[in-house]
DNA sequence: CATGAATGAGCTTTCATTCAT
DNA sequence: AATGAATGAAAGCTCATTCAT
């Protein structure tokens, strides 16, 4: 009981962070998330334990609680940590200032499923796992998503202007492309025989299809 | 949850007094599967407790172990349900019987992207809670999804031959849109603003876009 | 977890007492309650863990649960169980009935210190253990005791005007008689050379000598 | 705690390094002391962690360690510190010497109701945590309380004999006295109303008509 | 077949205490 | 002396499963 008769802000470690070097705190606390983060994807959040993540880290279960706060501060942290860069990162890559639609479309998508490609199995831990979120983080998490629909949809819009794309709904359009990214992750099982480079390639094409008319 | 997927065989309830009628008691456990499945759907498959089916169904705790033989012989059995048509369903329609290529893409894309719609939370489900399956289960499943995309391939390489499809990897084509049936279920909350029939439309129109040329 | 990002509402069990009779789970509840009073008396509520509990009544540590919500429930409950009484049950003696003050304190004290002291342990237990108990449960107790003040007070109030008491101040010598009930439960180890006829009548002598002129 | 009073010797750090100046270290160890009683009354000692006490202190929690050898040591000092005075300080005030029996009981009254209701904290913790000490330690305490009441019982005695005090038995007369020294303590939630010393003056003068035939 | 109390392993979390530096 | 990370033994509580009736 932290205080009597209190509730819980989950997000942050409680005890010992305020003292202390913060760096070592800090990396510490992603050693953790990235090793529970592969634990929640082999065998699912609710059937990994903290004495898994224990094992897993080489951290003692006690101290572990040094570094975070709850079991469910670690999904939270790895939802942040992966979920962070969609958007912000493909604007800071300079994909808005490209003129030509075509081109913008083609650069922004590829930038982005080779980024989807690589984080795949969190990907996948996060389709399923966003179930036991509090309901404020999962908000966050469904702006995130929305967002980069909203960035897909104003280029599609744009290219739509210039009569360069033909799609009958951008809204929709930018949905879709957005599912389609999760391909892999999501499909990984009975895609094995591409190479990355190869998948990437075939993906590229079948997305910007249904978007460019006479593509490729 | 001793150790996963220990030895046990599931599917078939173990104590079952092997006397009685044995219609009644299948009847009793889909009865069970289904009404499981809806709480699954909600809460996910670790939340949903035994009593919480128990008080779903009307069925006491203890009499439920009649029926089924463990909690996660529930969700096997709720997988075999929902999973089984698909192809078997696709093939009864008729549909391997149309001539035209391009019209029999279109039936079976249309006939099945009304299933998936209707079934969608079920579905959304399986994508979540797959990691809990045996992983002999979990092969059964897969092979299902795979014939799926096999049954797609081979439509898709009929028309290719015929030349009234163009896709580069007609495998990987199939793929994709199978995986593109799912847009709905695992992405509902930004689509509430299309009616049933206004995503129909678009789906189908943005799927075939990818594999027919000049299509729309 | 009850529901997933819920509150709490201590004071009833959770689980099985809406099916089944109730009266049994009740006694099972009390009988609960009752053993896990004596040990909250002998090593304190902090100090006493369920699997304690669970020993001493016999039942089998998880099945407490299907009586109880909460250790800190068993301790509302211990508190609501011997608190109830005191001025309800004066009441019903008929103590307001009584024309003569004098008697009617006399008659009023005699009562609760026969009750007081025979639940002196419980007391005991109530004194040190309030601090745990969650706020809302403190102000019911609090409003109980001082209630009996407020009852005392009146009776003394009522014997100032008919010149039969003298205090200077009735609400606190209100509190003062309130809190002299209390002296055999907290002072016990030094008092056991009295008989318990001997100190019932010691003390209400010297409880009385503060409010009546000449008694005694 | 793996048992209760397990084989400890209370009072005495054990891991001092006995080099350094003893001093510096005992007022180290009574500044731990002060704070750790803050909180225990504060917020109760089974609820005050050592990491609560590095906090207040400002001492390293390992660092704590060299100056108290456990939790509990802690609570034994604070027993002694606070505890200490009473008799000694009585009769180091020359109540003693104080001829007139009614002037006697009255200097003595007054001045420890004057200490106990200004430490009325500490002596409410005392109430709840004495269960918590160990026997020996605790039969100290109880000692301690008994002296004074054996103080109490001998100067209304005395009175008796010089026909100025008229009780029925010294003994529980004194009890009850010194128990209603801790009035205030253990009931200032319902005393608030009163300054100070309009309850010292109340308490001072109820006490005393017990004992005293037509006080006031 | 039905009941619901009983079982006990296992979960997350806390915390007094120790120890390498 | 001082630091703060590490330790590990409980603690409260949950829940799939069994069993006597």
Same mark, same amino acid.
């Given at each position: 009981m932290n205080d009597q008769h209190s509730i819980k802000a989950p997000g942050a470690a409680q005890t010992l962070p305020e003292t202390g070097n913060p760096e070592a705190v800090n990396k510490r606390q992603s050693q953790i998330v990235k090793k529970a983060s592969r634990l929640f994807i082999k065998k699912g959040y609710a059937q990994t334990t903290m004495r898994d993540i224990s094992k897993a880290t080489g951290i003692n279960l006690g101290n572990l609680y040094n570094y @975070? +706060? +709850? &079991?469910e501060d670690i999904l939270c942290l790895a939802f942040e940590t992966y979920h962070d860069p969609a958007v912000a990162w493909l604007e800071r890559k300079g994909v808005l200032d490209i003129e030509d639609p075509k081109e913008q479309l083609q650069t922004a998508l590829h930038q982005i499923l080779i980024m989807t490609h690589d984080v795949m199995n969190d990907i996948l831990m996060?389709?399923? /796992? #966003?179930? %036991? =979120? $509090? $309901?404020k983080f999962l908000k966050i998490v469904l702006k995130k998503e929305s967002d980069l629909v909203? !960035? !897909? /949809? &104003? @280029? @599609?819009t744009r290219g739509m202007e210039k009569k360069v !794309?033909? %799609?009958?709904? $951008?809204f929709f359009a930018a949905n879709m492309l957005v599912f389609q990214l999760s391909l892999y992750p999501l499909r990984s099982w009975n895609l094995k025989r591409y190479t990355r480079d190869e998948f =990437? *390639? =075939? *993906? /590229? /094409? #079948? @997305? =910007? &299809?249904a978007i460019i008319p006479d593509y490729a």
């Open positions: @975070i +706060s +709850s &079991k996060m389709y399923r /796992e #966003t179930r %036991v =979120l $509090p $309901p909203d !960035f !897909f /949809e &104003k @280029i @599609i !794309f033909r %799609v009958r709904d $951008p =990437l *390639a =075939l *993906a /590229e /094409e #079948t @997305i =910007l &299809k």
